[in-house]
């Protein structure tokens, strides 16, 4: 038995709030067991001096946690003065899945800055980051359509992102924090909802794991990315049937 009592194929609890940072564009609070993350997309009239002119939109992405978002206080890293590694990382990755779906040609000249912020951690905040971010995205680009500022939505299908790993109980799905931190090995996959693959990090910590292991967790990310795309048509619905 895992330590949180789950099946070695059960999601955690995931839930989708819309609506909750009232002055941006689309934004989603996403709770997946104990690791919450606050999701935002903010649409500007403007693009990157590299793309100028060539009428293509952008969608890029920022990453951070609060201080208390994890069992120790972090200093903030405008403290510091930059950001970490993993911060760079995490967020090139979210703005990288999101752009994998998104049709920059049709979004014309505006760019679109996804930000997330880790209010709390217990394992997989950035495959919760990159699945509350869509929806966010996805509300943003709705309502640049119900008010005729483009004529379709600019978006390829859906992406969403989970966690699985090798641990004593052999290979699990969506790991916490207990998990990832005792995990022989780690991974993290970006699927899209027809079947496709955007990225796939994976981690031997101790020694090398097989192809059969990497199967089999390729397996439970599939059965774990489907319930989050339900999810996440869930919530732009919901949003969808009020605007009606």
């Not at 869509?134 to 709705?142: I, N, S």
């Not at 109980?169 to 998990?179: F, I, K, W």
Request: with cysteine.
């Amino acid at each position: 038995m895992r330590p949180s009592g789950r099946q070695p194929d059960q999601m955690r609890p995931i839930t989708i709030e819309t609506g909750f940072a009232h002055h941006a564009e689309g934004s989603a609070l996403i709770r997946v067991g104990g690791t919450e993350v606050l999701c935002t997309a903010s649409v500007e009239n403007r693009v990157p001096p590299f793309l100028r002119g060539k009428g293509t939109g952008w969608v890029t992405a920022e990453y951070g946690m609060l201080p208390r978002a994890t069992h120790t206080r972090g200093n903030r890293e405008a403290a510091k003065g930059k950001q970490s590694g993993r911060t760079q990382e995490i967020q090139r990755l979210i703005g990288r899945s999101l752009r994998a779906v998104t049709d920059l040609d049709a979004l014309g000249e505006m760019s679109i800055t996804l930000d997330c912020d880790v209010l709390n951690a217990d394992g997989g905040t950035r495959c919760a980051s990159i699945t509350g971010a869509w929806v966010a995205l996805r509300l943003a680009l709705g309502k640049l359509v119900a008010t005729n500022v483009l004529p379709r939505l600019p978006l390829r299908g859906q992406v969403a992102a989970v966690s699985c790993g090798l641990t004593t109980e052999g290979a699990v799905l969506d790991l916490d924090y207990v998990e990832d931190s005792s995990a022989s090995a780690d991974t993290n996959f970006v699927l899209t909802a027809d079947r496709r693959i955007v990225e796939i990090q994976g981690t031997a910590e101790s020694a090398p794991f097989t192809e059969d292991a990497f199967d089999n967790l390729f397996a439970l990310a599939r059965k774990g990315v489907t319930e989050l795309f339900e999810a996440q048509m869930a919530a732009v619905e919901a949003v969808e049937k009020k605007r009606i």
